[in-house]
């Protein structure tokens, strides 16, 4: 480094001419000359420590990227000091209105409560283990540079094709616009070397403890704090996180990412969340976080909006057009754009816009909860002004529907967008990945809504909102995600090869190994005890199992299911073929969002074989003599499955392992079995907590001493999306804590299908829906019904 040759050669010619005045210029001027020339080297090179980096494929951003970020952060990057967005002296400085006075998230107790609740399981305990610490936050400040310009990449491929309010909608551009949070995946354990622990695109860590953490790279949110409240400060954001260990002897690992408060001696106030797993065979494990809800446990329900019917005239009023009468639809659509103009000047709201939602089945339930996720609503109308809109939402100027608004201009951004879904062609999309977003007036849905027209206003008091590029009712047609994968944290991906004990590290057989462990009891079920994981075992050949088939069968869930075979090893039953499942659709429009789906490698396996398998117990898999000698036994008349969508699901998966099974004769002494879902998403969609709390005290009286019927039920899924209006992940692991609470002291036997499902959730979900999750969680929860039931029979063979 050196100041140019040119301007050297003037430094050391000048004095040389004799006059000290114009050598004392020449030398300022040389001086100003080298400064100039070091700061623009400077500039244009951004600071990396070799030493402490992370050595992965990091890109460099520019000032362009840190000014386009720092513009909607309102806060320094690198050297540009920006002021707008977020402004004030004081920590957490907040202008979406989530933080209280004090600077704490209003839900963030609640949100650790429940899910270290459910979370916090054998001996990994959260705060205990600091270890890491110190490297997390080199490796942050490694990866922020590549992390910040995949967030910016991600903001310009929106505002390219007009549609920032996309962005600003879901995934991770809402994270950043709302809570200025721009997120990393960063991976810790028992490295091999201390190169490895300095960090590399492809970790490598011995067997044991391992941990996934989730951290922002800006800093401006402070979290942390004292040790009574620091979790009050922790934005309550859930994530969803998977290690999926590679075939043959790979385990899966899944849940939710905890909040870690970070004991670091170079930065204490990071939000930071922590996802904890022991892996103990070796196998390549891939890395993904997707983040799917803020402050999900909110009761949203807990009051409703206040609505009024709109009357004008009986083809008005009715919502219908006679398809023979050419134009009849056209008039139709003339008086709802008519009506909702009368509204707006009645209300004094010189703004409004539509809203097209994606399989509204409840249009009411649906705007009431659109406009108060809606920064500013002040009213809605059902139906809206245009074409396919199930709602209009009113505001009082353009300018306070801030979630339309360019964070850079302060324009409004309005609703039209320049892509086209079904006129895409391959190139418009990278390799791999499915279509672009939809666009709702390409595609048709079922129109006019046929509902009598009303008007409402918002309730008060907090929203939920579901972030997730999944499945929504409210977001899938009139926000969609561009990329399936916009809402999956930066860093995802990551591959880390686990070295296992060495006498794991052999390929095991296709015999299914049976460990010297007690026997599961219903204690395991619970929530904040069950503590498992999915376990690969080696694809058996067709000497130990036949070659799998497709069950023909008709169900009432259609679906893919390999044939059962009773006469078989009950292992034989675990196969199944991933990349058949979920594919097919039973509802119109379905067919677009099964197209963008988020697919991951587990998706792509044609022969899975694994079973979930706990730490300290095992369940017993039965096969047809065993099932029939229990049902000899203990003279069980029937099985009967209650509920609605997810029973029927489950229905199809026990109809086969009782096809071949003789039931007892009713009668004197013989034994009935329900097995209830409790209509649960349903549940999550129409009750709020207290409405819930009743129905289970009011219709599940104590059956303790019932000796005619023995009564289990099967607590919610861990959801994906939200497939209706308050039906997520947060709402379902809340009201099947509630249930359990009451339901288990009156006498009914819980299965947890929680949180076995989470490491499906995104890849065998019928329809794409991230609801009805399907196979191999089924079918364990069908192996634990079972051997609960005939645990007594079990217990007296041994």
């Not at 600077?103 to 205990?128: C, E, I, M």
């Not at 489950?650 to 097995?675: E, F, P, R």
């Amino acid at each position: 480094m050196g100041i140019p040759k040119k301007n050297r050669a003037q430094c050391t010619d000048a004095p040389r001419k004799g006059k000290w005045m114009i050598a004392l210029i020449i030398i300022v001027v040389c001086f100003a000359l080298l400064t100039l020339y070091i700061l623009v080297k400077q500039r244009n090179v951004t600071p990396f420590n070799e030493s402490s980096a992370i050595k992965a494929n990091v890109t460099i951003v520019n000032n362009k990227d840190n000014a386009m970020l720092a513009s909607s952060l309102g806060k320094t990057i690198g050297d540009l000091p920006v002021t707008t967005g977020r402004t004030g002296s004081a920590d957490n400085e907040d202008s979406s209105g989530f933080l209280s006075v004090d600077h704490n998230f209003p839900g963030a107790r609640d949100w650790y409560d429940y899910w270290t609740y459910a979370s916090r399981k054998g001996n990994v305990q959260l705060n205990q283990t600091h270890i890491h610490d110190d490297y997390v936050i080199l490796a942050v400040e490694s990866a922020s540079n590549a992390t910040l310009h995949h967030i910016n990449e991600m903001r310009r491929r929106y505002e390219s094709v007009g549609a920032l309010a996309d962005f600003y909608a879901r995934g991770l551009g809402w994270i950043q616009d709302r809570l200025g949070l721009v997120l990393t995946v960063v991976i810790a354990g028992n490295f091999t070397t201390s190169e490895t622990a300095n960090g590399a695109e492809n970790l490598t860590l011995h067997s044991g403890p391992a941990s996934i953490f989730i951290v922002d790279t800006i800093g401006k949110m402070k979290c942390g704090g004292e040790e009574d409240d620091w979790t009050d400060r922790q934005p309550p954001l859930t994530m969803w996180v998977r290690a999926n260990g590679s075939s043959p002897r790979g385990e899966i690992f899944s849940g939710t990412a905890l909040p870690h408060r970070l004991l670091s001696t170079k930065d204490n106030h990071r939000c930071t969340w922590r996802y904890d797993f022991e892996p103990y065979d070796a196998a390549v494990y891939s890395i993904h976080v997707k983040v799917l809800n803020f402050n999900g446990f909110v009761d949203s329900l807990s009051e409703t909006c206040n609505t009024e019917k709109i009357t004008s005239n009986d083809q008005f009023d009715s919502q219908t057009h006679n398809k023979s009468i050419p134009g009849d639809l056209t008039k139709l659509e003339a008086m709802n754009h008519e009506v909702v103009k009368e509204l707006a000047a009645e209300g004094n709201y010189s703004h409004h816009r539509g809203l097209s939602g994606f399989k509204m089945y409840d249009a009411i339930d649906a705007c009431c909860e659109a406009c108060a996720r809606s920064r500013n609503c002040k009213m809605f109308s059902i139906p809206g002004a245009l074409h396919y809109d199930n709602c209009e939402l009113f505001f009082d100027r353009k300018e306070t529907d801030v979630d339309f608004l360019d964070r850079d201009s302060g324009h409004y951004l309005g609703r039209d967008r320049n892509y086209s879904y079904t006129k895409q062609e391959p190139s418009d999309f990278p390799p791999l990945r499915r279509k672009l977003a939809i666009s709702p007036d390409e595609i048709k849905k079922p129109w006019p809504v046929n509902e009598h027209p009303l008007k409402g206003f918002p309730r008060a008091g907090a929203a939920t909102y579901f972030l997730g590029c999944g499945w929504s009712s409210m977001l899938s047609f009139e926000s969609p995600c561009h990329y399936p994968s916009d809402d999956l944290v930066f860093g995802s991906g990551k591959k880390v090869e686990i070295v296992g004990h060495p006498q794991n590290n052999t390929p095991g057989s296709a015999e299914i190994e049976v460990k010297a462990l007690r026997s599961c009891d219903f204690d395991d079920e619970k929530l904040n005890i069950s503590n498992g994981r999915w376990v690969r075992y080696p694809y058996p050949d067709e000497s130990v199992c036949s070659a799998m088939v497709r069950d023909e069968t008709s169900a009432k869930f259609k679906n893919f299911r390999p044939l059962y075979r009773g006469d078989q090893p009950p292992h034989c039953w675990h196969r199944d073929d991933l990349t058949q499942i979920a594919n097919t659709c039973g509802e119109v429009g379905c067919t677009f969002v099964v197209k963008h789906r988020w697919m991951t490698d587990l998706k792509r396996e044609a022969e899975w074989f694994g079973l979930w398998q706990p730490y300290e117990c095992q369940y017993h898999d039965m096969g047809d003599d065993a099932i029939q000698q229990c049902v000899d036994q203990k003279q069980i008349s029937s099985i009967q499955l209650k509920g609605a969508s997810i029973s029927s699901l489950v229905d199809g998966y026990m109809a086969q392992k009782l096809q071949n099974i003789n039931m007892t004769t009713a009668g004197n002494g013989t034994l009935s079995v329900v097995i209830d879902t409790l209509k649960m998403p349903h549940l999550l969609w129409h009750l709020s907590i207290d409405e819930y709390k009743k129905k289970l005290e009011n219709d599940f009286q104590d059956v303790t001493d019932d000796s005619e019927y023995e009564h289990y039920w099967i607590t919610g899924f861990y959801f994906t999306s939200e497939r209706e209006p308050h039906v997520q992940l947060d709402r379902s692991l809340e009201y099947s804590k509630m249930a359990g609470d009451i339901l288990t002291p009156r006498g009914y036997k819980m299965i947890n299908g929680f949180d076995l499902s989470a490491a499906f959730g995104f890849d065998t979900d019928g329809q794409a829906d991230g609801l009805h999750i399907n196979g191999p969680p089924i079918r364990a929860i069908v192996t634990k019904f079972f051997h609960h039931l005939c645990h007594d029979v079990l217990l007296s063979q041994s």
